[in-house]
């Protein structure tokens, strides 16, 4: 432990660099929010009502988070203040509010707002109706993690600081909000209640033509009509294994409800973990339920991220790693069910050989990711990431926390003696931490605490290493390769004929891959990409090899999985294939998720940058902003 002594802050939690609020100041005891959507005017006018109880007498401003909102009138009690500050725009926090609260008012206080969004909010998505699925009406929708709450209003935009919320909206048209649904008061205003305390970046709101459709008994999907009977199917079968599943392994839910909204396809991430309302992206919906994994992740969050929150993104390992861990767990135990149900031998060992085979993709994922990163992995691989110069958490975003984040966990799980030891450390640290935020170093106490009598295994973890060591880490899992081990195999024999070697007929079918299920498509794919990463080698000198692929596998071109769809484009154009860079470009129009929009037009720019600017142009702006920042980041434009 001596090396973490010497990282360790002065105090736990550690301070949120990434807020210019004086949250430390303050606690919350319930926030009302209302917002009154214009789609005419694409902006929302909004309130907000902070119940705060000062935690010292000295204290006499409040500091908020704002990104370009329009602030239009301040009340404390019932005294309006005039004399409030926004601050001139600090890149990437956005302006500070500053207001002075007058010497007369007491301890705990109500503080009111009047503000708008502006046209450069970050964090909604107005979409004309020619732009959704039905066509019927306009859609909004938002994203507030990690950073963007304070662009739709003003708060303390820290992970650090939770409310309960009383939420309502104003809308034509049927809206959805981050908690539990009440009854409507008046025509087109929407109420909702958050009774468990949750952090600015849960903070939701998305209204457009939708409908809804039961998926579980304590589940609802909701889409826009044409689709919902699809989405409907896609997760009917496991919804509700997942929740019992998880609730083994954790304790109860308890949010009462886990509903989930399908969004358009510019939403730029697979999934965000909105309490009461997971939102996900439209490329889970492929007709063969081969994406439900992401569903399993964002209701894993209900406890990992939601309940026990990183007290900042510096920490935004504790939300992912251990979310990945839990959804990986989740899948293992279908799987299990699974096996049981068809008399397997041991269903446990099966169970296992698929999470560490989901562990594999992880893995893959992470090296991959660590090679695109460029001159930034030494700043931005490190599992506590370093945000203290005010860094953009949307620059820091990356698997790291993910998968260097699972594979502490599955580390630490084996020090300890195993999954069934570390199982009882799970409800444990969940309960110790519900309702509140943390940073590493109080999760390690917690570990130190639980495994009293294991603190020689727990020494032998290198600390120092997982926690502040950039690259890969440091200890090889030895993952159990049962499954992937077919499509290692089919990947080797194509590398077997690169270079210009003869094919022999029938040497490859479509029968090779038609015993795959789509993650063993995944990891083969991946398989050959990453020969392309090799220095020595590079497919744009197999074209024939490829051009016999595409012929081979038909499938891979009509697939509606978009993990495998995008692999197979990657694969061809980094092979320079002509018709793919198109086939790549024109499928980047369709799609807003950056997982696949960022490494695609990244892609693009090294075979052919004038294409990949041709491309970026023509769809900019059907992108959710966020996504639209990134990639011209990333293109350096
Ligand atoms: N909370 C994240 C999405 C996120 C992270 C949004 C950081 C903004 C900033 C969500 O739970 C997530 O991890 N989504 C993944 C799902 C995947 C790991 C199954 C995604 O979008 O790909
Ligand atoms: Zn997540």
Redesign the pocket.
């Given at each position: 432990m001596e090396v973490i002594k010497s990282h360790r802050p002065t105090q736990s939690p550690e301070i949120d660099p990434s807020t210019l609020s004086n949250y430390t100041q303050f606690s919350i005891n319930n926030t009302k929010l209302h917002f009154d959507i214009s789609f005419d005017k694409k902006i929302v006018i909004g309130s907000a009502e902070y119940d705060l109880i000062k935690k010292s007498s000295q204290i006499n401003t409040i500091e908020l988070d704002t990104s370009y909102l329009t602030i239009n009138k301040i009340i404390i009690d019932s005294i309006e203040i005039k004399d409030f500050q926004l601050h001139k725009r600090q890149e990437p926090l956005g302006s500070k509010l500053s207001i002075p609260i007058p010497t007369t008012v007491p301890s705990s206080f109500k503080l009111s707002i009047d503000f708008q969004t502006t046209e450069k909010c970050t964090a909604l998505q107005f979409l004309d109706k020619e732009a959704t699925d039905g066509k019927k009406a306009p859609y909004l929708f938002c994203?507030c993690?990690?950073i963007h709450a304070r662009s739709l209003f003003p708060c303390f935009d820290t992970p650090a600081l939770k409310s309960t919320y009383t939420l309502s909206a104003k809308s034509p048209l049927p809206t959805l909000m981050s908690g539990r649904p009440l009854p409507k008061t008046q025509d087109n205003l929407y109420n909702f209640t958050q009774p468990v305390p949750i952090p600015s970046?849960l903070i939701s709101i998305a209204s457009g033509d939708l409908v809804n459709a039961p998926v579980g008994p304590r589940s609802d999907v909701y889409s826009e009509p044409c689709k919902i009977k699809a989405c409907q199917w896609e997760f009917e079968h496991d919804m509700e294994n997942f929740i019992q599943i998880a609730e083994k392994l954790i304790f109860d839910y308890e949010w009462l409800r886990f509903d989930s909204l399908i969004l358009p396809s510019s939403f730029?991430?697979?999934?965000?973990?909105i309490p009461n309302l997971c939102q996900l992206?439209p490329t889970l919906i492929c007709k063969d339920r081969s994406q439900v994994?992401?569903v399993?992740?964002?209701l894993a969050?209900s406890w990992s991220?939601n309940l026990v929150t990183n007290c900042s993104w510096e920490h935004?390992w504790l939300?992912?790693g251990w979310?990945?861990y839990l959804?990986r767990r989740i899948l293992e135990g279908i799987a299990i069910a699974e096996a049981r149900d068809k008399g397997w031998e041991n269903p446990e060992e099966y169970g296992e050989s698929v999470r560490q085979f989901n562990a594999i993709i992880g893995w893959n994922d992470l090296e991959n990711n660590l090679k695109s990163m460029g001159d930034d992995v030494d700043k931005y691989s490190t599992l506590i990431q370093d945000l203290k110069k005010g860094e953009d958490?949307?620059d820091a975003?990356s698997t790291v926390p993910?998968e260097k984040g699972f594979n502490l966990l599955f580390h630490i799980e084996k020090k300890v003696g195993g999954k069934k030891v570390f199982d009882k450390f799970i409800p444990y640290y969940f309960k110790t931490y519900r309702y509140i935020s943390l940073d590493t170093y109080q999760f390690i106490d917690t570990l130190y605490d639980f495994f009293k009598d294991k603190t020689q295994e727990l020494d032998s973890i290198d600390w120092d290493k997982w926690l502040y060591q950039p690259g890969m880490p440091p200890v090889d899992p030895k993952f159990d390769t049962t499954i992937a081990d077919k499509c290692y195999h089919l990947a080797g024999k194509w590398y077997g004929y690169t270079g210009g070697k003869q094919v022999p007929p029938n040497t490859f079918s479509e029968d090779d891959i038609s015993e795959f299920n789509a993650n063993q498509s995944v990891i083969f794919l991946d398989t050959l990409i990453s020969y392309g990463k090799v220095e020595s080698f590079n497919w744009n000198q197999n074209q024939d090899l490829l051009k016999l692929m595409e012929s081979t596998y038909k499938e891979y071109n009509q697939t509606l999985n978009a993990e495998i769809l995008f692999r197979w484009y990657y694969l061809q154009v980094s092979g320079e294939r002509p018709e793919f860079k198109t086939k790549l470009g024109e499928w980047l129009g369709t799609v807003g998720?950056?997982?696949f929009v960022r490494p695609g037009y990244a892609l693009l720019n090294q075979v052919d940058r004038e294409l990949a600017i041709y491309y970026f142009k023509k769809f900019e702006m059907s992108y959710h902003p966020?996504c639209r920042a990134m990639v011209k980041k990333d293109l350096n434009l």
């Open positions: 994203q993690q990690a970046y730029p991430y697979g999934g965000m973990e992206t994994s992401v399993a992740h964002e969050h991220g935004f939300n992912e979310t990945v959804e958490p949307d975003f993910y998720r950056m997982k966020i």
